[in-house]
């Protein structure tokens, strides 16, 4: 059994001196990666006596190139810090130190205010407030995400201050092999039409634009390489970047994680290169990492690191060392040879080589469970940055395969050469030093994996990395046309297995009761099935009475029995025989406090850590000085905010590049609400309601996580469950909330009647009257002129639900015609309309009528969800008030009408069918002769032929059926996919759908059957010797579309003895039965009505394999 880890939201928050040290030393690939020199911290920094300005013509030791786009309100203050922070030590003789610095209009006001582009020559200064140094030039506004802008500014800088070495460093958002370095002023997306520019919504110095700026900038200059090229960034830390770099610069310092505002450590680095200016780039790679965190002046400085606890943290007190553990608990950074990086690549091939050879799972569970990193790609799929080396040791415990052991170790070789320092925080122990970027199949289909291979260019062109992603995702043979001459390629391989075709199950959900008060939580229980099992998830959702939304009020991983290690990596392990799932929700939700005001939130769980884990909370940040707004990411640990990001996409997704925000006292956070639209149909309303909600304000209080009482509502409970490739699966139940010590929301209250079966929301100032005698329950208001009643009725002589409505609906109509109070009786609807009441399919019909001289408008809407049940609610207003009332009370109340009853009739949706790769026979019926019977004369059931749009046709009598035919010298290859669209004109009380596995012999009696109703539901059966088997149970199907003439999509894919079966394009349920296999298929179709005939149409067959 599992258990939610909901506690470590409401964990009492701990003080700063109690966070864990930053981890620091050799804890690369093989545990042995050379480390950083080991140089003691000064107490306090020794600046550097003023330098002035070296001649033109004077060759220094080192010229330091600080490129710095702050043309960002959250970053623009932190870079102008660190400008500050090397001004703390200056040039000198030996080391020119140049910056190019772009700011942004609005935003921070200190050190000058200017908004354009500005270079300088940095002298020293102790202020960190000030610039103190010479500016050089103005260049006005310039566009930083130009690669023509780094290119001046490199020549410009080698021309005037020539050294015998070179250092440069560029700071601001990165987002890994997509690249960085946004502007947005002047904006735009830039001439490069890239798939990130779209995505990310802005313009950028793109991975491809960097490699072809340093090309030519080195050409003009006749600059070797760089002996050191840094990214002061987010993410940069792949061997994509590396890649594209190593043929300009020797060195290389980046981050595998999110950088924290702080940055580099300028002033601890600059003094260590001032100090030894015949330091080789290699010395200066390591001394950034050495420094980092920990040397930072902002830290290590009383006065600021005062200024810096007053405006993000609250005030207080706090050490350099606690401050430095508590910033330093997820950071990462890394120094890299660069002369070493072919040699990475060349192993990562020899590994793509054995990988593909290999069972797919293994690798699938590999990355899964790698350490992974921030994505930029948005919340819909898993990360695709993970940790190279963390990957490596995963699959080879996943494997156990010899050829996959061997490239491991050359990999964890390689990567032991190129590593000169590495380091990483407590909460990112699988952090090694190199990231590579490796996407579930779905990333991976957008796009072209979101023009991978156009802006990681180089990197494609020296690796067969995107091959194998190619081949791992798509079955396609793993080659490429070939390889750099200087780095051997692998042999050429074939996929042997592909990827696995597994499929997740869940049971209905379980509930220990229908509704949950404070004092008795409830029980839910399911079974999970499958071997691709990743992660389960816990869902908590609650129905908005005035909206079609189910808001999202929790998620978080349920934490498995058995958690095993690998790198400091916690991973679950699944029972090969399944999961059986069971775990407590007491009805509470979670709040973010300011120290003041509190507002709830959906804290997302951000990785799998039973100890300790974080999660992140979505919202717009508002600045206060310039109200602009950034979506931003909140992330708390241990019940407190442990640091907020912004990304440069959207206001309201995850994408583009990230960085830190350091909050100042007057910004606001405005938590954005997610969840289902549910007027939209199927995936289009998937988490597709994004709304704010409360603010909150920057107080000086530190930002923490409290608990709160769930509000009494209509919730649904569930679990997902995640494969290896990302997809999920799903299954959910409703349950009631009744909790009086919560406020009314949206003036609704929760009303439970267990005697009749049933639970909705009303009005909280109505009153409530049940009368048992009439099985009915009134609901009113004093000051209302709308009224609402429940009434509960069995039919027993009923053969469905559609009988049992249609009892009701004449009954109905019975009394109000009988009726002697009532006058001019108008009945609206000719025929009873479709409708839905709660999750339930319903039936409706409108009225008017007079009484007393006063005109009423009504409706009646009758269901049947259990054979035991049928409920009808009446709602009844004056005429003017009718529709009002609908808005405010009616469709509040018969949305969030729901049974207490556990696991009714609801499908667990899932994922689409796959793609077709092979077509092996397809009938589009404009033929006679394709296969199927064409009668010219009616029969006793009824008919069926060709009709002239090129349709098949089936005309049932009343009560006829089941009719079916078939293909007869077809047979179904083990593994197929077999679609039809179909629909009906008619009886609404019929069955219609796709016959396979028929076996051709004597009786015909052998098949399976898939069909579905016109009345919305949905049923998996065999036939064996004329006896129907159900395999799958009549179900509800949101998914079917019930309207006479609509097309319905049906597609059965056989992987082996199991088959999948989906409606208009989404899996609705799935059975495994070995008992017949290389059978025909065809169509079923049957009429239950006993006085209307029915006609089923079928069009657009076809058969086929599905893609690997």
Request: glycine fraction near 8%.
């Amino acid at each position: 059994m599992f258990s939610a880890f909901h506690i470590w939201k409401g964990t009492t928050l701990l003080v700063i001196m109690t966070l864990i040290v930053l981890t620091t030393g050799p804890t690369g690939p093989t545990g042995a990666v050379k480390a950083a020199p080991d140089r003691p911290h000064p107490d306090h920094i020794q600046p550097q006596q003023p330098a002035a300005r070296p001649a033109a013509q004077a060759e220094a030791e080192w010229t330091i190139l600080l490129y710095q786009d702050a043309d960002d309100e959250m970053l623009e203050q932190d870079i102008l810090i660190d400008f500050n922070e090397a001004e703390v030590i200056g040039s000198s003789d030996e080391v020119n130190i140049v910056a190019q610095v772009d700011r942004f209009d609005g935003g921070y006001d200190g050190m000058g205010d200017w908004t354009s582009t500005k270079r300088f020559y940095l002298t020293q200064d102790s202020d960190l407030e000030e610039i103190g140094s010479e500016e050089l030039d103005d260049l006005g506004e310039t566009n930083m995400a130009d690669s023509q802008t780094l290119v001046d500014f490199i020549v410009w800088a080698v021309d005037n201050f020539p050294a015998q070495k070179y250092a440069l460093i560029l700071s601001d958002h990165g987002a890994g092999w997509p690249g960085g370095w946004n502007d947005p002023d002047p904006g735009g997306l830039g001439p490069d039409e890239v798939v990130v520019a779209e995505l990310f919504g802005v313009d950028g110095l793109w991975l491809m634009e960097l490699d072809q700026a340093l090309g030519e900038a080195r050409d003009q200059t006749g600059l070797d390489k760089f002996e050191l090229i840094g990214f002061d960034a987010c993410l940069m830390s792949q061997l994509e970047v590396f890649s594209a770099i190593e043929p300009h610069g020797r060195y290389s310092v980046a981050s595998q994680e999110l950088e924290p505002g702080v940055g580099w450590a300028y002033a601890g680095f600059l003094q260590q290169l001032t100090d030894s200016p015949h330091m080789s780039g290699a010395d200066l790679a390591a001394a950034i990492v050495s420094t980092y965190i920990e040397g930072d002046a902002r830290i290590i400085d009383d006065n600021a690191r005062r200024a810096m606890l007053d405006s993000s943290f609250g005030g207080g007190e706090a050490s350099a060392e606690e401050l430095a553990s508590f910033l330093g608990q997820d950071v990462t950074l890394t120094a890299i040879d660069l002369a070493e990086i072919p040699n990475i690549n060349a192993a990562v091939d020899h590994l793509a080589a054995a990988l593909i050879a290999i069972d797919p799972n293994a690798v699938a569970e590999a990355r899964a469970y790698a350490q992974s990193f921030e994505s930029v790609f948005g919340e819909d799929w898993p990360s695709p940055y993970i940790d190279l080396f963390n990957f490596v040791q995963l699959v080879v415990q996943f494997s156990d395969d010899a050829d996959v052991t061997a490239a491991a170790e050359e990999v964890a070789d390689a990567l032991t050469q190129a590593i000169i320092a590495e380091k990483h925080g407590p909460e990112r122990p699988g952090a090694t030093g190199v990231t590579i970027h490796f996407p579930t199949s779905e990333l991976h289909s957008i796009a072209d994996n979101v023009g991978y291979t156009t802006v990681a260019a180089r990197f494609a062109e020296v690796s067969q990395w995107d091959e194998f992603l190619a081949a791992f995702h798509t079955g396609q043979t793993f080659s490429r046309p070939q390889a750099e001459p200087d780095q051997p390629a692998a042999a050429p391989v074939a996929p042997e297995a592909g990827r696995s075709s597994g499929r997740l199950e869940i049971t209905p959900l379980t509930l220990s009761a229908e509704f949950a008060t404070p004092d008795a939580p409830v029980t839910i229980s399911a079974d999970i099935s499958g071997d691709r099992l990743a992660y389960i998830y816990t869902f908590i959702g609650r129905f908005l009475p005035r909206q079609d939304v189910l808001l999202i009020e929790d998620m978080d991983y349920l934490i498995a029995d058995d958690t095993q290690e690998i790198g400091g990596i916690a991973y679950p392990v699944w029972s090969e025989e399944g999961v059986s799932v069971e775990y407590e929700w007491q009805p509470v939700i979670y709040a973010i406090s300011n120290g003041t005001d509190a507002t709830k939130a959906l804290f997302r769980p951000q990785a799998y850590d039973p100890e300790s884990p974080t999660f992140a909370v979505e919202g717009v940040y508002t600045f206060g000085q310039s109200e602009q707004q950034r979506y931003a990411k909140m992330f708390f640990r241990d019940g407190v905010m442990s640091g907020i990001y912004s990304f440069s996409g959207s206001l309201t997704a995850a994408v583009g590049a990230p960085r830190e925000i350091t909050p100042q006292i007057g910004d606001t956070f405005t938590v954005l609400e997610r969840g289902d639209d549910l007027s939209l149909e199927g995936e289009a309303g998937r988490e597709s309601y994004v709304a704010p909600g409360q603010t909150l304000t920057f107080e000086g209080e530190p930002f923490v996580i409290e608990t709160t009482p769930a509000p009494s509502g209509n919730y649904v409970v569930g679990l997902i469950a995640e494969d290896l490739d990302g997809q999920t699966y799903e299954q959910y139940e409703g349950l009631f909330v009744v909790n009086e010590e919560t406020e009314p929301v949206d003036g609704f209250v929760s009303y439970v009647d267990e005697d009749f079966g049933f639970a909705t929301l009303y009005p909280a100032d109505w009153t409530v009257e049940s009368d048992p005698a009439q099985a009915q329950v009134s609901f009113f208001g004093e000051d209302s002129p709308a009224f609402v009643s429940i009434s509960v009725v069995t039919y027993d002589d009923a053969a469905n639900p559609d009988e049992a409505n249609a009892a009701a609906l004449q009954g109905v109509t019975e009394a109000l015609q009988q009726s002697g109070d009532l006058e001019n009786l108008v009945f609206l609807t000719e025929e009873p309309e479709a409708f839905v009441l709660g999750s339930f399919d319903a039936q409706l019909i409108d009225f008017d009528f007079e009484q007393d001289g006063v005109a009423f408008s009504a409706s009646a809407i009758v269901s049947t969800p259990t054979p035991e049940a049928t409920y009808l609610v009446l709602n009844l207003a004056p005429v003017d008030d009718f529709g009002q009332a609908m808005d405010d009370v009616f469709n509040p109340m018969l949305y969030s009408f729901d049974l207490l009853i556990s696991g009714l009739v609801k499908e667990a949706i899932g994922p689409p069918p796959s793609d077709f790769d092979e077509i092996l026979f397809s009938d589009d019926f404009s033929d006679t002769a394709s296969g199927l019977y064409h009668l010219d004369e009616e029969e006793e059931w009824g008919i069926s032929y060709y009709t002239t749009d090129d349709q098949y046709l089936f005309g049932l009598n009343p009560y006829a059926g089941p009719i079916y035919d078939y293909y007869y010298e077809a047979a179904l290859p083990d593994e197929f996919l077999l679609q039809a669209t179909a629909g009906y004109e008619g009886a609404a009380n019929n069955a219609y759908g796709l016959l396979f596995q028929l076996q051709v012999g004597e009786a015909f009696d052998e098949f399976y059957l898939f069909r579905i109703s016109g009345d919305g539901y949905f049923i998996a059966e065999k036939s064996i010797g004329g006896e129907l088997i159900p395999l799958v149970e009549w179900t509800a199907s949101s998914l079917i579309d019930q309207t006479e003439y609509a097309a319905n999509v049906l597609t059965v894919e056989g992987r082996g003895d199991t088959y999948y079966l989906h409606i208009n394009g989404l899996e609705v349920a799935a059975f495994s039965d070995a008992d017949l296999s290389g059978g025909s298929f065809g169509f079923v179709v049957d009429n239950y009505d006993e006085e209307s005939p029915v006609g089923v149409t079928f069009d657009d067959l076809v058969v086929g394999t599905p893609v690997e």
